[in-house]
């Protein structure tokens, strides 16, 4: 099946630092990918929508200038939490969308941003 | 707005017994439903859709429209049921995923 990686799996910045979160479909072409936060024992949010080529849609609430999103090519997307303090600390979690297959969206392991 | 409940967060069976975990949705349009589990240490999976109505590893959902439901239901838990799962509803044709704060399943021996 379709595979999703993100790195790094944990991180751990102090406050002020930026930190940049890749997202890459490993075998497949990703036109479409998604951001989520999920914090403890609570449901992912989505936090944007990443288009190839094209700039994030973001959800209501998310800074656009906070959580920076590429998507440069149809494998790799990144999100840069800028300026991270301690309440950013949550589990960042992305999906692709299969460009053939596009009502499947398929979920990278996640990762983990502890910000001290 | 859509909005994905799931009034359980932990749901307690034992091997062999019947499981239902429950989802409801709201939203105005025509709903596209999923759930999805996510084992320990693992990353999120889809479990089923609601338009494929197929059965995965002995799981079924059916979409009822007039209770605005869409739960989970085994005849007979397993131990390796156990897991967290989470409902989504699809919205909008751009595959965009609006979660339900999901449900932790144990399966007791």
């Known amino acids: 099946g379709a595979v999703v990686s993100q790195h790094p799996s944990w991180v751990i910045c102090k406050s002020g630092t930026s930190v940049k979160i890749e997202c890459r479909s490993l075998?497949?072409?990703?036109?479409?990918m998604f951001w989520y936060r999920q914090f403890p024992k609570q449901s992912l949010m989505l936090m944007a929508t990443?288009?190839?080529?094209?700039?994030?849609?973001?959800e209501q609430g998310v800074e656009k200038d906070k959580f920076l999103i590429n998507h440069a090519s149809l494998t790799l997307s990144t999100l840069t939490v800028t300026s991270a303090h301690p309440e950013d600390s949550s589990f960042y979690i992305c999906?692709?969308?299969?460009?053939?297959?596009?009502?499947?969206?398929?979920f990278g392991p996640g990762t983990r941003l502890t910000v001290l | 707005a859509q909005r994905v409940t799931q009034p359980e967060k932990l749901l307690s069976v034992f091997k062999g017994a019947p499981v239902e975990l429950k989802c409801n949705y709201s939203?105005?349009?025509?709903?596209?439903l999923f759930w999805y589990v996510q084992y320990s240490r693992q990353r999120l999976q889809l479990l089923l859709r609601?338009?494929s109505r197929e059965s995965i590893k002995g799981f079924t959902a059916d979409l009822n429209k007039g209770e605005t439901s869409f739960h989970l239901k085994k005849p007979f838990a397993q131990e390796e049921d156990s897991a967290m799962y989470y409902c989504a509803l699809r919205t909008g044709g751009g595959n965009k995923l609006t979660f339900g704060t999901g449900t932790q399943l144990k399966v007791e021996l």
């Open positions: 999906s692709a969308r299969d460009r053939i297959i596009t009502d499947t969206q398929y």
């Open positions: 609601h338009i």
């Open positions: 939203y105005s349009g025509s709903p596209e």
């Open positions: 075998d497949f072409q990703a036109t479409t």
């Open positions: 990443s288009n190839e080529g094209s700039k994030a849609t973001y």
